[in-house]
């Protein structure tokens, strides 16, 4: 593996970036490592500025799950393209990617399409307050809902506590209201809402946690959230950012048996672009302005760039019905690694849900953000770093989710097991 491009790029890019990257995760400082510097991708591989080439489960996150530069994509984007990049004004084509959206999940009645994962989350706490009239807002330890400032909160020292900033430049007025519990406790959760009975406004969840790693949740907990919420007049917000229409085509609320009031979209529903969405009853959408009088606004909401990727990403997906391949390439995927790292000794844990999974090193079960903090990061940066080099691009972190997409095939899978039997790390 050659670095000297890499390197370069890095350097001059911390003489005008802050830190050299546009969204820290990117640095690899996670894994003490310095970043690569991507010149173009297709399918399943990247190809860095040295010429390296990697077979990607990372897959930008999360939202190239046709893979990367898909044909079928691409050409709906020149399309739109030709026509113009953004325009200010409504078009038919938010409109269609709205009743795709609102046809997948059955939870959604109305959808507002922002410009980001963050802008979703934002749009769905703003309006749950503005229907209930309540401040209070319960997150859960682990779980990310973009770097908006009342939900970058960090937990006191009691199971069930108000949050503190979790970085600077965010006013402890702006997070008093978040109260953070453990992910996976229902218990505590009935605790709270006795505690601060006709005071929370909303329960935000990932319904499948991917940003501790994946976390599933264990049966009876999402029931548990909707049972709470529905007795004490709260919303209850999904946030699918990462699970929407990955898992599968719509929501996971299907499969767990339950419904939102409100649900956050993003990564797929983009098809590589930047958009987000909120969605849900139209008792609650239709008091975002300009019908009620809860304000949301944003000019590059629905560009139609972004949203004739989704639409075409969205069609493939529902045309092709690729998930139950996707899921059984994840699970013989996990299964290779798990068995080659139990040769080696080594001890780990593999959180799998559909095509997302992650790998601890940890001997779990890895059910919360207490036990996924017990992982040993040395080891995955270890482990990072020699997979890199062995051609695998994988998240530069211990505590995020893996990806298969279509264009994975059974020999990138072999590769991806064998370089676990033989990297030294």
């Given amino acids: 593996m050659v670095n000297k491009v890499n390197s370069r790029l890095f350097s001059q890019a911390q003489k005008v970036i802050p830190g050299g990257v546009n969204s820290p995760v990117r640095a690899f400082k996670a894994v003490g490592a310095k970043p690569i510097f991507i010149e173009k991708a297709k399918g399943q591989y990247l190809y860095d500025a040295d010429a390296n080439k990697y077979i990607d489960y990372c897959l930008s ?41 609102v046809q997948a999940i059955a939870s959604v009645e109305k959808v507002r399409l922002v410009s980001s994962g963050t802008e979703a989350v934002m749009t769905a706490i703003r309006l749950a307050r503005g229907c209930t009239g309540r401040d209070k807002v319960i997150k859960f330890i682990g779980c990310y ?37 453990p992910y996976n406790d229902p218990g505590t959760l009935k605790k709270a809402f006795d505690k ?42 999904f946030d699918e950012v990462i699970t929407g229409f990955r898992v599968r085509y719509g929501s996971v609320q299907k499969l767990f048996g339950v419904k939102a009031d409100l649900t956050c979209l993003g990564k797929i529903i983009g098809g590589g672009f930047p958009i987000g969405a909120c969605g849900g009853k139209a008792s609650l959408m239709d008091n975002l302005a300009p019908q009620g009088k809860v304000y949301q606004a944003g000019t590059l909401s629905g560009n139609p760039v972004c949203v004739a990727a989704g639409i075409a990403t969205l069609k493939l997906l ?34 799998r849900v559909a095509s997302m999974f ?17 992982s040993d990061t040395a080891r995955y940066a270890g482990y990072f770093t020699a997979m890199l080099k062995a051609g695998i691009y994988l998240p530069p972190s211990q505590f995020e989710a893996c990806f298969v997409s279509t264009q994975h095939t059974r020999k990138d899978l072999s590769k991806t097991v064998n370089a676990v039997r033989k990297i030294v790390f």
């Fill in 61 to 101: 996150w999360g939202p190239m799950i046709l893979g990367h530069a898909r044909r079928e994509v691409l050409d709906e984007v020149r399309k739109v393209m030709a026509k113009g990049t953004s325009f200010g004004i409504p078009t038919k084509l938010e409109t269609q990617l709205a009743k795709m959206i």
């Fill in 145 to 181: 809902h973009g770097h908006v400032d009342y939900m970058l909160v960090q937990a006191g020292s009691g199971a069930m506590t108000f949050g503190a900033p979790s970085s600077p430049g965010v006013p402890k007025d702006f997070t008093k209201h978040t109260i953070l519990l």
């Fill in 196 to 237: 601060y009975a006709g005071k929370i406004a909303a329960v935000i969840v990932e319904p499948v946690a991917g940003n501790m790693g994946v976390v599933p949740p264990e049966k009876g907990f999402l029931k548990a959230l909707r049972k709470m919420c529905t007795k004490n007049g709260s919303v209850l917000i």
């Fill in 318 to 351: 529902k045309a092709q019905n690729p998930y139950p391949s996707l899921e059984l390439a994840a699970q013989r995927l996990c299964g290779g690694i798990s068995e080659a790292l139990a040769e080696r000794r080594v001890e780990h844990t593999i959180n």
């Fill in 358 to 374: 992650t790998l601890f090193f940890n001997p779990g079960p890895v059910t919360d953000y207490t036990s996924a903090a017990r």
